[in-house]
């Protein structure tokens, strides 16, 4: 991990990750993208590889769930689409994120969760910055439901956590400011929505960024840690 870290930050990285400098050292900024259908573990592993890569996790969802409390007019104009499971305009999306490059934490790259998720996004996405790495973590539609209705998260520091899979400490969060947040849509009704908007307007960039030879697929129907491994293992491809 450590070397993966060195390698992003362009110094001299002198053991058996040669390939790794090759492929992720920034030409001005590199950004990795978790790719993948709602509730497929994107979040999870992004928590997970911050360290790994150097790199801030950018989740379009946070942003647009954070503009939506504050009831700025990006909020106003994102929430009936998220409560109905839609996508949110690529307009505002886009907007979005060409303001979130500028911050002085993504200037050797990010790590993109939920984000892009049409072409157009992509496409929007070239322009702004260097893609090096997408991850897809594959999940079948039956296990998503569960997923969904399952998630929980710490409101002091986002962590995610599963009632089933993935709970959090009889003592509460590492952060210490541990309180249960749970997301309004994450129920069955609006899981089927979201599923449709996936399958029809996402997962056409599959072949989209298979065909520029950066794609790589996990199996992300495993442990949580065996799926860590695999993606760190394909970010050193
Ligand atoms: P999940 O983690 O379950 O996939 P997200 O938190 O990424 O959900 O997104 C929640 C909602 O925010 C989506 O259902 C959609 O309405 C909106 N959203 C998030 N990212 C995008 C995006 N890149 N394009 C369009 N809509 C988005
Ligand atoms: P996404 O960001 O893709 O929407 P999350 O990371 O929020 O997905 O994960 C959705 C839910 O599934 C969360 O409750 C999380 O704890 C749980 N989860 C994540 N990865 C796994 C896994 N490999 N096995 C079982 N549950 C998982």
Redesign the pocket.
């Known amino acids: 991990m450590a070397a993966l870290r060195s390698a992003m930050v362009g110094q001299t990285v002198k053991d058996d990750s040669i390939s790794i400098t090759r492929c992720l050292q920034p030409t001005y900024m590199s950004s990795i993208v978790l790719f ?10 992004a928590e997970r590889m911050i360290d790994a890569t150097g790199l801030p996790q950018v989740s379009t969802g946070d942003m647009l769930r954070a503009a939506v409390k504050a009831g700025t007019p990006t909020g106003l104009e994102a929430k009936g689409f998220m409560e109905a499971g839609q996508l949110v305009p690529d307009s505002v999306i886009i907007d979005l994120i060409k303001d979130r490059i500028l911050e002085s934490d993504a200037k050797n790259g990010v790590m993109f ?2 984000f892009p998720r049409t072409i157009p996004q992509a496409e929007a996405l070239e322009q702004i910055t260097a893609v090096t790495h997408v991850i897809a ?1 594959e999940v079948p539609d039956e296990r998503i439901v569960e ?2 209705c ?3 998260s710490c409101a002091g520091c986002g962590s ?3 009632d089933t ?2 709970p959090v400490p009889a003592d509460g969060c590492a952060c210490g400011h541990w309180e249960e947040k749970r997301r309004a849509d994450d129920n069955e009704e609006t899981v089927s929505s979201r599923l449709s908007a996936y399958h029809q307007q996402t997962s056409p960039l599959a072949d989209w960024y298979r065909s520029k030879g950066i794609f790589h697929a996990v199996n ?5 840690d065996e ?1 860590t491994v695999d993606i760190l293992n394909a970010l050193k491809v």
Do not use: E, L
């Open positions: 993948g259908p709602p509730g497929a573990g994107k979040g999870t592993q969760d939920g973590i997923r969904i399952g998630r929980y995610v956590y599963h899979f993935n992300g129907d495993r442990a949580i799926i």
